[in-house]
Nanobody, 124 residues
């Protein structure tokens, strides 16, 4: 049974930092693409960052480039999202997702597994 469990969300002031973690279990994820998405109230779920587990290649939405960093720890089967210089518009529920495709996609429906989400709130 595949499980993705996020943690690390919280309330932070604008300009602050948070690090999200996603622990993956239930199968070998070395051939997977892992993604972080977020969803603000009343808005669609949007791609934030992705990483190819086997190569470590990373991809970012334009809105977070230079501020967010996605990484993985193979030994811990964990994917991280380091978020710096946070802005109020970064507020939302952040989800970790896993995709069996070899190509990083920004489309939520392409991902096969999802975590339960963790709330990030950035105050102005």
């Amino acid at each position: 049974q595949v499980q993705l469990v996020e943690s690390g969300g919280g309330l932070v002031q604008a300009g602050g930092s948070l690090r999200l973690s996603c622990v993956a279990s239930g199968r070998t994820f070395s051939s997977y693409t892992m993604g972080w998405f977020r969803q603000a109230p009343g808005k669609e779920r949007e791609f934030v960052a992705g990483i190819r587990w086997i190569s470590g290649s990373t991809y970012y939405a334009d809105s977070v480039k230079g501020r967010f960093t996605i990484s993985r720890d193979n030994a811990k089967n964990t994917v991280y999202l380091q978020m710096n210089s946070l802005k109020p518009e970064d507020t939302g529920v952040y989800y970790c997702a896993a995709d069996r495709s070899v190509v990083v996609t920004t489309i939520p429906d392409e991902y096969d597994y999802w975590g339960q989400g963790t709330q990030v709130t950035v105050s102005s």
